[in-house]
């Protein structure tokens, strides 16, 4: 989350991607990031809760962290003087993601109990 925050904030320069243009590349990168977020915090809070885990709070929860870390993350780029700039689609990228890591942990957690 430190790196993932740090690379959000600060500019880098344009040659660090060798050239590569891909259009809307950003917002893949936030989609794909609160994705990976939700996902993987939901699979170590059911590691972490065992038999007490409760997938509506765990998605909530988690939903609700991607949701306010993304806001966070782009007002702080509003304010920073490190040439970053706030835009309502990744706010919406953000949430996709996010979205997306709900409906595919729900589908892998229907999958495993019923192999139980």
Not at 31 to 49: D, N, P, Q, S
Not at 79 to 88: I, N
């Amino acid at each position: 989350m430190v790196i993932i925050t740090l690379f959000s904030l600060f500019s880098f320069p344009d040659d660090v991607t060798g050239g590569i243009d891909i259009a809307h590349m950003d917002k893949m990168v936030h989609f794909t990031f609160h994705c990976v977020l939700v996902v993987l915090g939901i699979l170590a809070y059911k590691e972490r809760k065992g038999q007490t885990f409760k997938i509506g709070w765990a998605i909530t929860q988690f939903f609700v962290f991607s949701l306010v870390y993304g806001i966070i993350i782009e007002v702080l780029q509003y304010y920073m003087p490190f040439d970053r700039s706030a835009e309502f689609w990744d706010v919406l990228a953000n949430l996709s993601g996010a979205l997306v890591g709900i409906l595919l942990i729900k589908k892998y957690l229907s999958l495993t109990d019923a192999l139980k």
